[in-house]
């Protein structure tokens, strides 16, 4: 069984400290004021044990009394699509949609890097020597697959990304590969691309991308995307490793949600603290830090750099990952950790910061073991009032260890994969500030080796809420569907 005092308040969990008051679901953290009780327990308190798994009766996670789950496009073995694809590894971010006939249509990520063919019709793809991309698969909502695509190819290291409320999936890339540019962190040369990469792709629900890049939403290492139906602004997270990350927001030329899909050219803008120039908020904060933001424009948010082809581009990685930030920082922008993912509710988005807290780093970079010296934030951002919020800082990898995807659940919860090398858990995050276990990670391989350590990704809930699908990202990646009574466990 897994360790039941592990869940705890997190003591970072914000209230009101001054300025506006968050909506939506999180609107019981500053509610609450000073009178949260420091590691009180969630009323629902959900014991893990082992759950065989519906697909073959082997268990693979650990669940609360009374959940069941199945998984589904397991590729420690050759997975076969509908048109002929053979399914890629490292599945990642996710989207959920309706389809037909009462299923749920995936769209999935597939954080794939270094030159190579591209899976699907080499034809379509963007790049034909890049490996990643998407996947739309149509299960039941108890994990029976009906029907399964590629809908986006020869992109790379597509790793989250956002639903957006029209229809779509965004998928991101969490790189600047390209012809143009040197070697990234593998040391593979990047001279067999053809094309740059480093953006973002809409993927429509029921069909295939266009493959067109939305280059004015910036080159740089794209994580997650989450949008504002009210504001008319994507906001965007940078996961740069071994560099401060930012915090953006794209403006598109026209309104998606009278047109259907997110139109390029528009004005992106990096977050900056009001009165207080590049300020480290990757650093350990004080509970309930409160900031006023404002935005600063990125003049050239799509470079392309001089190169010759057949040859090693003289712009290293590190040039060319930094490029789009540093038009921030020389306008002031906030120094963040690690953003990963986010998600947008009633007027705030919400978005974790992997490495966040703890003391400050001392220089900008590289860091060779990632940018931040904490075990995790999450952070809220309130769209109209313009202010940003902690609402928690991880105490210690006991409590939670490197966040990473999120969603928010139907009844307000927070859902929070875990991305560390030790035991994985996906935790939920209640209204009230308190912290749960959902699902823990008990993987097996058929050759006996413990997989526990491979990363949760992807969680999102089916449009009625009733099945919440979780992928592992790993070279042998699946999907889970798990469901029970949600309500319960205070999901």
């Known amino acids: 069984m897994p360790d039941l005092n592990r869940r705890t308040l997190l ?9 506006a008051v968050l909506g939506g679901p999180f609107i019981g953290f500053v509610a609450r004021g000073e009178a949260g009780a420091v590691g009180r327990r969630p009323a629902p308190d959900p014991t893990l044990g082992p759950v065989p798994d519906l697909r073959d009766g082997k268990v693979r996670l650990h669940l609360p009394d009374g959940f069941r789950y199945r998984s589904f496009h397991d590729t420690e073995f050759p997975v076969t699509l509908d048109d002929g694809t053979r399914l890629p590894g490292r599945h990642d971010g996710m989207g959920a949609f309706r389809g037909p006939d009462g299923t749920v249509r995936l769209v999935r990520n597939h954080e794939v890097n270094n030159p190579g063919p591209a899976f699907g019709d080499p034809v379509a793809a963007y790049d034909p020597m890049a490996q990643g991309g998407t996947t739309t698969v149509e299960v039941t909502r108890y994990g029976e697959v009906r029907r399964s695509w590629t809908s986006l190819n020869g992109t790379m290291m597509n790793c989250s990304g956002g639903r957006m409320p029209w229809g779509s999936w ?4 969490e790189t600047v590969n390209g012809p143009d540019v ?11 691309l053809t094309q740059p990469h480093g953006f973002i792709y809409e993927v429509p629900a029921d069909g295939q991308s266009d493959r067109s890049p939305v280059t004015a939403a910036g080159r740089f290492a794209h994580e997650s995307v989450a949008y504002d139906p009210r504001g008319g602004h994507l906001y965007l997270t940078e996961d740069n490793f071994g560099f401060p990350s930012g915090f953006y927001r794209y403006t598109p030329p026209a309104d998606p949600m009278k047109s259907g899909r997110l139109a390029d050219g528009g004005r992106l803008q990096m977050l900056a603290v ?6 480290n908020l990757a650093a350990g904060q004080r509970p309930h830090a409160t900031y006023p933001v404002q935005w600063v424009d990125i003049d050239d948010p799509a470079p392309r750099f001089p190169y010759t082809p057949g040859q090693v581009a003289p712009t290293t990685n590190d040039q060319a990952l930094t490029y789009v930030s540093r038009q921030g920082w020389d306008r002031g922008a906030a120094y963040f950790s690690r953003l990963e993912g986010s998600a947008y509710d009633d007027g705030v988005v919400y978005f974790t910061a992997t490495q966040g807290g703890g003391p400050a780093e001392t220089s900008t970079g590289p860091v060779a073991d990632g940018y931040g010296n904490g075990h995790g934030q999450v952070w809220a951002y309130d769209c109209r009032a313009q202010v940003l919020r902690l609402l928690y ?11 990473d995807n999120v969603t928010t ?6 859902v929070v994969c875990e991305d560390n090398v030790n035991d994985n858990y996906v935790r939920g995050l209640t209204p009230r ?4 276990d959902i699902a823990l990670n008990r993987l097996v391989s058929s050759t006996g080796a413990d997989r526990s350590n491979d990363e949760f990704a992807g969680s999102t809930f089916s449009p009625d809420g009733h099945t919440l699908f979780v992928n592992i990202q790993a070279s042998r990646g699946m999907t889970f569907a ?5 309500s319960r466990i205070g999901v």
């Open 482 to 486: 798990i469901w029970g009574d949600w």
């Open 170 to 173: 965004i998928t991101c890339e």
């Open 11 to 19: 003591r970072g969990a914000a209230t009101a400290a001054g300025g």
């Open 433 to 436: 500030g308190e912290l749960f």
């Open 182 to 192: 040197g070697p990234d962190f593998t040391g593979t040369s990047n001279v067999p």
């Open 274 to 279: 009001r009165g207080r120039r590049n300020l």
């Open 409 to 414: 659940s139907p009844r307000g919860t927070l």
């Open 393 to 403: 800082e991880s105490p210690g990898p006991d409590v939670l260890d490197f966040p």
